[in-house]
């Protein structure tokens, strides 16, 4: 069983900075694949960056290529989302979650994670 928390949201400027974190607990966290996923008002879950269980493969969406970078310390069992030159359509719910098998490819597959944490919220007004 693993359990995950996300901190880090808030409301930046167009262009701004920040950097989401997620912590994850349980004996087997450090062997599983994770991703971030984003949901706005009115809009399905989407992937947008997740990463293998030894950080060597990541993906990305073309929405948030180039401005965002998945990274993840296992030492610290934590994920991070580095968030550069933010947008008012990255408004939204943030996600962190961990895949539902061991040692697997990070296909950012909504399906394929089961553990979830209870989202962070990032606003960027237009």
């Known amino acids: 069983q693993v359990q995950v928390v996300e901190s880090g949201g808030g409301l930046v400027q167009a262009g701004g900075s920040l950097r989401l974190s997620c912590t994850a607990s349980g004996s087997t966290a450090g062997a599983r694949a994770m991703g971030w996923f984003r949901q706005a008002p009115g809009k399905e879950r989407e992937g947008i960056s997740c990463?293998?269980?030894?950080?060597?493969?990541?993906y990305y969406a073309d929405s948030v290529k180039g401005r965002f970078t998945i990274s993840r310390d296992n030492a610290r069992n934590t994920l991070y989302l580095q968030m550069n030159n933010l947008k008012p359509e990255d408004t939204a719910m943030y996600y962190c979650?961990?895949?539902?098998?061991?040692?697997?490819?990070?296909?950012?597959?909504?399906?394929?994670?089961?553990?979830w944490g209870q989202g962070t919220q990032v606003t960027v007004p237009s």
């Open positions: 979650a961990a895949h539902s098998q061991l040692y697997t490819f990070p296909y950012c597959e909504r399906e394929r994670f089961s553990y």
């Open positions: 990463i293998g269980w030894s950080g060597g493969n990541q």
